[in-house]
């Protein structure tokens, strides 16, 4: 009988009792406890990490009737049961320092009671410390500490800066209390979606080992290709594997690219290629911070940073190329070594989020989603139609249909970046091969757009800046189009002004 698809399950002793499919990363868990005691691991909302810590709470709870048939069953040390104390902060939206620490008293609570141990503190970093000895004392084996969704409410809270230090400065304290606890523990696992630096976070707790990026433990969470083909080999029947791949794989963490399992089952169930995963989430913040900072979606794809970048994240300090690495929007295409240290350079995960993040930002834009649809279709057409002149009139009127409120709230129409950005974000929406800046060897077109064998190169400019037909002209004199010598290439030069906030200059001609 065909298993089920585990869609939205959490809890591991579900898989057996109600014949869900599973995905054995019982090896991997194996290893990481033997291997080690103290870890934290990063990665986006909706890849597995709940379930990665309800798989370890049974495995040291001792119950070996759940782990039938998985490599676990085998190499775990089913006569011994350690006490597990499990935190999880993913559920609901935490807007005040007080209900943080209720939260974490009442789930602390729970543990005292089963214990039948009455709480003497009241103090959150006390009745944490208090509990670990208890639970040691009266198991008589070391504790277990599994923390899920660790930097949630942090998170929640991003735009608020004051709400978020004081949110980030009561879970320093509570997690302060671990270090302490050495003799008492047996094994320390946090999760979450950011990586917030030591000094911030987790200045009491600098033993936790970082696996976020070790090669070792890449496809702890997620699918490999290999398991995807395996284990749901059932329901891929008549199922377009290389368009599955193309759309929801990518994700690398050093290691074998993995499959977004949200992504995969709810497209196994409705055999449909839709952004579930990206649907889940609006990345509103994401948004915010990239405008605030002046950064464009151009400017991210293939960008390159090091590992201090990319590893730093704080209330105060959030670089745009960390925020979308650790939120799933980014991932590692490639890392090299330099004299200085470790290089990445970042890209687009796969097909949903190269669609969807251009789509949500001209969102932002044009609130109205029916103006969205109408400019994508028109957009459309003129590459249909090799038609420079309909892309003239198309983004002439997409540029008019942004709303003044929008730009009394926002100074990004004052930089060319962000006329390039809005039109690479209209393209990239349509899911064509968009390369902004692609560098030849007279310097680097702002976009290049590949279509149905034919190539079209947009160079910008601004009024205020450079004449009414040097976008164009720049094209021609730095030969931009050699590169694509066979082929049928439009060369394109768009002025914008600052004052209209639109077109004010289009030329075209054909190589």
Avoid at 114 to 141: C, N, P, S, T, W
Avoid at 337 to 344: D, F, I, K, Q, V
Avoid at 438 to 463: A, C, M, N, P
Wanted: proline share 4%.
């Amino acid at each position: 009988m065909r298993k089920k698809l585990p869609i939205g399950i959490q809890t591991f002793a579900d898989f057996q009792a109600d014949n869900y499919a599973y995905v054995d990363k019982t090896p991997l868990i194996a290893r990481l406890v033997d291997e080690g005691r103290y870890y934290f691991l990063a990665r986006p909302r909706r890849f597995g990490k709940s379930l990665l810590v309800d798989t370890l709470a049974e495995a040291f709870a001792a119950r070996r009737e759940r782990f039938a048939g998985l490599y676990l069953e085998q190499h775990w040390d089913w006569n011994r049961v350690f006490p597990v104390i499990r935190i999880d902060l993913g559920g609901g939206v935490l807007r005040q320092p007080e209900v943080l620490d209720a939260t974490l008293r009442d789930q602390l609570q729970k543990h005292y009671e089963q214990l039948g141990v009455i709480r003497k503190q009241d103090e959150i970093h006390l009745v944490f410390a208090h509990l670990i000895k208890a639970m040691h004392h009266q198991f008589g084996e070391r504790v277990v500490i599994l923390i899920d969704e660790y930097d949630k409410p942090i998170l929640d809270n991003l735009g608020q800066p004051d709400l978020a230090r004081a949110m980030r400065e009561g879970l320093r304290n509570f997690y302060s209390v671990i270090k302490g606890q050495d003799a008492h523990l047996r094994f320390v696992l946090l999760t979450g979606v950011s990586k917030f630096s030591k000094v911030s976070l987790f200045s009491g707790l600098n033993n936790l080992k970082d696996i976020t990026l070790d090669s070792r433990y890449a496809t702890l969470c997620g699918y490999t290709h290999e398991e995807l083909t395996t284990v749901f080999a059932d329901w891929l029947d008549g199922a377009d594997v290389a368009q599955v791949r193309d759309w929801y794989n990518g994700y690398n963490f050093l290691g074998e690219a993995v499959y977004n399992p949200f992504d995969v089952l709810l497209y196994l169930d409705s055999r449909e290629f839709r952004p579930y995963w990206f649907e889940t989430g609006t990345p509103s913040f994401l948004f915010q911070v990239l405008e605030r900072r002046q950064v464009t979606l151009a400017e991210l794809d293939g960008v390159e940073t090091d590992e201090t970048i990319l590893g730093s994240f704080d209330v105060d300090t959030i670089e745009p190329e960390a925020l979308l690495f650790q939120t799933g929007y980014l991932t590692v295409q490639e890392r090299r070594w330099e004299m200085s240290g470790y290089r990445y350079r970042l890209s687009y995960p796969n097909r949903e989020v190269r669609l969807s993040l251009p789509r949500a930002q001209l969102q932002r834009y044009t609130p109205n989603p029916r103006q969205g649809q109408v400019a994508r279709d028109r957009l459309a057409e003129a590459l249909r139609r090799n038609d420079p002149e309909a892309l003239h009139q198309a983004l002439h009127a997409f540029f008019a249909s942004i709303p003044h409120d929008w730009h009394r709230n926002n100074r990004l129409a004052e930089y060319e970046g962000y006329y390039a950005s809005v039109v690479y974000c209209y393209f990239a929406a349509l899911g064509v091969d968009v390369r902004p800046e692609e560098v030849s060897y007279r310097g680097q077109v702002d976009l290049t757009i590949r279509h149905e064998e034919r190539v079209w190169l947009l160079e910008f400019k601004l009024d205020e800046i450079a004449g009414p037909d040097s976008a164009l002209e720049q094209i021609k004199a730095r030969g931009y189009h050699h590169r694509h010598v066979g082929q049928p290439v439009t060369l394109i030069g768009i002025n914008f002004s600052r004052e209209r906030r639109n077109i004010s200059g289009f030329a075209w001609t054909r190589a």
